[in-house]
Nanobody, 127 residues
Framework: QLSLVESGGGLVQPGKSVRLSCTTAGFNLDYYYIAWFRQAPGKERQGVSYINSSGLTTYYANSVKGRFTASRDNAKNTAYLQMNNLKPEDTGIYYC????????????????????WGQGTQVTVSS
């Protein structure tokens, strides 16, 4: 059974850092792209970052460039999102999503192109 589980969220003060993990099961992660999305209350799900199967290509939303870093360890079946200098507007539920190489694509931040999703982890940035 294929699954993704996010962890690492919580309450954090502005300016602090958090690292999210996306642990997968049933995947050979070598063959999957991973993206991170977030959803704030009353807002649409927004693409935050993308990392290709090898980890050599990454994309970021403009609002997080220079602060967030996506990485992955395929041997551990885990992807990560390092979030630094957090701001209150980064608050939301963070989801990781996976798409297999070769499946129909599109722009990396279109949630419709991802087949598998985790249940999400809440990140609240507040003093």
């Amino acid at each position: 059974q294929l699954s993704l589980v996010e962890s690492g969220g919580g309450l954090v003060q502005p300016g602090k850092s958090v690292r999210l993990s996306c642990t997968t099961a049933g995947f050979n992660l070598d063959y999957y792209y991973i993206a991170w999305f977030r959803q704030a209350p009353g807002k649409e799900r927004q693409g935050v970052s993308y990392i290709n199967s090898s980890g050599l290509t990454t994309y970021y939303a403009n609002s997080v460039k220079g602060r967030f870093t996506a990485s992955r360890d395929n041997a551990k079946n885990t992807a990560y999102l390092q979030m630094n200098n957090l701001k209150p507007e980064d608050t939301g539920i963070y989801y990781c999503a996976a798409r297999r190489i070769g499946t129909p694509g599109g722009t990396w931040d279109n949630p419709r192109i991802y087949t598998y999703w985790g249940q999400g982890t809440q990140v609240t940035v507040s003093s």
